[in-house]
C-alpha cells in the first residue's frame, strides 16, 4: 500500500515536474531561439568577425527602432481582434509629411513633427470611423487605405523621395549615439513600456483583450466595443505617426515605399511574439523579442552573403509559422 502511494507521488512529482519545464518551453521558447541565433552567427566564420561588433550591434538597433515602433502600433489594435494592414502606409504618409513640411514648406522642425504625427492620428480616427460605424471588415478596410495612401503619396512625390533642408539636429537625433546606445533608444523604450501599461495595467486595456477574446461577452458586460475598437485604432494612427517622425530623422529623407516596408516585418515580429511570453495573445515583450529576433536573423544572414532573396523568405516563413503557432496556442487554450 504505501509502495503504491510513493509511486503515485512520485508519477505526481515528475508530471509537476514535466508540465514546469514546458510551460517554461512554451513561454521563453523564442527567447531561447533568439539567443541561439545570436551565438550562431556570433560563432559562424563568415559572420563572426561582423555580426557581435559594438557598431553592427547600435546599427541593427538603430535601424529595428521605426519597426519595434510599428509592432507596437500593431499590437494595441491586435489586441481586441483587429489586424490593421495600414500600419506601414500610415508610417510613410507621416514620414512624407514630416518631411515635407521642413524641405518644401520651410516650416520649423516642431512644426513639421506635428504634422507627422497628426497624420497618422487623422488616419487612425477615418480607420475607426469605418470600421465602427460602416461595420467594415478591418482587413478589408486598412488594406484599402494602405493602398489609398501609397497612390496619394506617389502622387505627391512624383515617386521621388524628399531630401535637403532638414534640421540638422532632427537628423543627428536619428542617426548619432548616446553613450553607446542610438538615440532614437530614447523614444523607444517609453512607447514600449506605455504600450505594455496600458494594455496590460489598465480598464481599456482589459477591454481590449476582453473584446479580442469574445466581442459579444465584452458587450454584455458592459465594454464599450465600438468606441474601444475605435480608440485601438487611433492609438495606432498616433504610433504609427511617431513611426513615421523617426522614419524620416532615420533616414534623412522620406520616400513612398520605405514606411509600407515595414509592414510585414512588424506582423511577423507580432505574431511571433504572440507564440511567447504569453502564448497565444498578443503582447508587447513578445513582440519586441519577435522583432529582435526577426532582425539578428536578417542581420546575420546579409553578412553571411545570403541572396538578395533570403531576408524575404525568411520573413515570409518566420510569419506563417507565428501564425500557426498561435493558432495552436488559441485551440489549446479554448479546449482547455
Known sequence: MTAA???????????????????????????????????????????RAIFPTHVNIVTLLGNQTVGLVIAMECVVPLTAGILDLSVGAIAGAASITTAAAMSRWEQP????????????????VVNGWLITRFALDPIIETLA?????????????????????????FQD??????????????????????????????????????????ARAAALVGIRVDRSIWASLVASGFLAGLAGVLLTARGGSADVQTGPSFLFPALAAVFLGATAIKPGVPNVF????????????????????????APGVFNGAALLIAVWMMATFN??????
Open 109 to 124: 522642425l516642431v512644426v513639421a513633427i506635428a504634422l507627422g504625427m497628426l497624420v497618422g492620428v487623422l488616419i487612425g
Open 173 to 214: 537625433f536619428g542617426s548619432l549615439n548616446w553613450v553607446g546606445v542610438p538615440r532614437l533608444m530614447v523614444v523607444l523604450v517609453p512607447v514600449i513600456l506605455v504600450v505594455w501599461y496600458i494594455t496590460e495595467h489598465t480598464p481599456f486595456g482589459r477591454g481590449l483583450a476582453a473584446i479580442g477574446s469574445n
Open 145 to 169: 487605405m494602405s493602398m489609398l495612401l501609397g497612390g496619394l503619396m506617389v502622387w505627391y512625390t512624383g515617386g521621388s523621395p524628399i531630401i535637403g533642408n532638414f534640421d540638422e539636429s
Open 5 to 47: 502511494v510513493d509511486q503515485g507521488t512520485t508519477r505526481d512529482v515528475r508530471g509537476l515536474r514535466t508540465g514546469a519545464v514546458n510551460d517554461v518551453l512554451r513561454r521563453f521558447g523564442l527567447v531561447f531561439v533568439f539567443v541561439a541565433v545570436v551565438i550562431l552567427f556570433s560563432l559562424l566564420p563568415s559572420t
Open 286 to 309: 513578445g513582440a519586441v523579442i519577435g522583432g529582435l529576433f526577426v532582425a539578428a536573423a536578417v542581420s546575420g544572414l546579409s553578412i553571411a552573403g545570403a541572396a538578395y532573396w
Open 331 to 336: 485551440k489549446r487554450r479554448t479546449a482547455h
